[in-house]
């Protein structure tokens, strides 16, 4: 028989060539991923929010921040091959860009606005259909999530939320990155200085053994005394040596925050940086960092997303999906209607996800309160060492110092001349080198106080000049 003869086969062909269009639209939707939807939505996030950490840390650190490498890449500061005593700027900038530590918690911002695209994305349609076979005729029934509609510019507003909230603990972490590099550089440069205090005590020592020798073979003194230079030389090399080792130490410490621990025997500082206390006041600088705490500003995006999230938990039970239903012969030919399909809500509003919910609306509000409470402590507590540490320092530098230089340059002329005995000059010279580490064990805290006090405030106080001498004593005023 011609098939085209029959005049129901005729008619019926259009209505299965259009099934078969819409079962194929379908296929071609899921296994495409739905491209087309997936570049609208990322369209507005290809800027990306790596920038604005990049722009917050450079603001606080005063510093270009340079953040974005790839893994196993590293940033050498110029000239350290050649070990030329780098700055503290310079350890910083190099720290931001190799930390690997930080870096991978950078990666936080990617997986934020891997969640703000997945939130703007709709759900997918659902489609169930009976495929027809003997006498069972053709059904399809579509079904279209329209509370995804409604839900979605809450869900985006949540997701962002979260975004501001990562990017500013993200800008704190830098910034603690940034105090922990300067308490290493300072670390670094005491170590340095007690190395070259511990030589120049050597040489003082082996000097006045030296001294001790003749005199022994003029018949002057005692083998005994001599015996006490030797054995006060031997210490003093022993010391020399050890804080050798401290040195090194340190060294290594800053080259694994500055992400290059290859290159730690290139590493130099010198001094310890010169550092001073801040020109505001205590209040100021409280309200300060109020202002500019990053993880402040991201507790704060943490209520904000918190309330949000408290209010899509009382929507999390509405489920409403508009209905196209087909089937494929009836009564009166093919019959087609609309229908709709959602939840009763009798036996659970998500009362338990509700109440969750409030709770950490409430915790989130709290944990405000307490990063505000711990900023006022941090502030206070530093300025009170800074304060302690340089009012310590300018004693002992200006006052002390130069009294005990001129003792013992009095002292060793004495002893050289026969008229002072070994033990006087003994306790000139451990009070002169005492009172030069306690100099710069002061330096080195009010350079730490500085650090913590600059993070407490959530931004540099420019209170560090790099590679500043800070026992600059007068050319009379030391020994000879």
């Excluded at 003194?221 to 130490?249: G, M, S």
């Excluded at 500082?269 to 100021?284: A, I, K, R, S």
Aim: net charge negative; glycine share 6%; proline share 5%.
């Amino acid at each position: 028989m011609n098939v085209n003869s029959n005049p129901q086969t005729s008619a019926l062909m259009p209505r299965v060539g259009f099934q078969l269009v819409i079962i194929a639209l379908a296929v071609v939707c899921t296994f495409s991923g739905c491209n087309l939807t997936r570049s609208f939505f990322l369209a507005p996030l290809e800027i990306g929010r790596e920038n604005s950490v990049r722009s917050g840390l450079a603001s606080r650190v005063k510093l270009n921040t340079p953040l974005s490498r790839q893994p196993g890449e590293n940033v050498i500061p110029m000239g350290l091959d050649a070990d030329i005593p780098i700055g503290l700027d310079s350890a910083i900038q190099t720290a931001l860009a190799n930390n690997d530590a930080f870096h991978a918690t950078l990666a936080q911002i990617g997986m934020a606005e891997g969640d703000l695209l997945k939130a703007s994305q709709l759900t997918n349609p659902s489609l169930s259909t009976m495929i027809p076979s003997g006498v069972k005729q053709w059904e399809w029934t579509l079904f279209l999530p329209i509370e995804a509609f409604l839900l979605r510019p809450e869900k985006m507003e949540l997701a962002e939320k979260d975004c501001e909230r990562i990017a500013h603990q993200l800008v704190q972490n830098g910034m603690q990155l940034v105090r922990d590099v300067t308490i290493a550089y300072t670390n670094l440069g005491l170590a340095t200085e007690q190395h070259q205090l511990a030589l120049e005590t050597l040489t003082i020592r082996r000097d006045l053994a030296d001294l001790t020798e003749q005199q022994l073979k003029d018949g002057d003194i005692a083998e005994l005394e001599a015996i006490q230079t030797r054995v006060d030389a031997l210490n003093a090399k022993a010391n020399a040596t050890l804080l050798e080792q401290d040195v090194e130490i340190a060294r290594e410490q800053l080259a694994l925050l500055m992400g290059i621990p290859d290159y730690a025997r290139h590493l130099v500082v010198p001094l310890v940086p010169h550092c001073h206390l801040p020109d505001d006041d205590l209040e100021t600088l409280i309200s300060q960092a109020i202002a500019n705490r990053p993880d402040l500003q991201a507790a704060q995006w943490a209520i904000e997303a918190a309330e949000t999230r408290y209010r899509l938990a009382q929507k999390a039970w509405w489920r409403f999906d508009g209905i196209a239903d087909y089937n494929g012969s009836g009564d009166q030919g093919p019959e087609t209607g609309p229908g709709i399909f959602f939840n009763i809500p009798i036996f659970n509003k998500n009362e338990g996800g509700v109440a969750r919910a409030c709770a950490e609306f409430e915790a989130a509000r709290y944990n405000r309160d307490q990063i505000q409470d711990q900023i006022v402590q941090q502030i206070r507590l530093a300025s009170a060492q800074a304060q302690q540490a340089s009012d310590n320092f300018n004693t002992l530098n200006s006052e002390v110092l130069p009294t005990l230089a001129e003792a013992m340059v009095i002292a060793k002329q004495g002893f050289v001349e026969g008229g002072t005995s070994y033990l006087l000059v003994l306790q000139t010279t451990s009070q002169y080198v005492d009172v030069k580490s306690r100099i710069l064990n002061q330096a080195a805290a009010l350079c730490r106080a500085s650090a913590e006090l600059e993070f407490s405030c959530g931004g540099r106080l420019r209170t560090t000049i790099p590679l500043s001498s800070i026992n600059a004593i007068n050319e009379n005023q030391a020994p000879r």
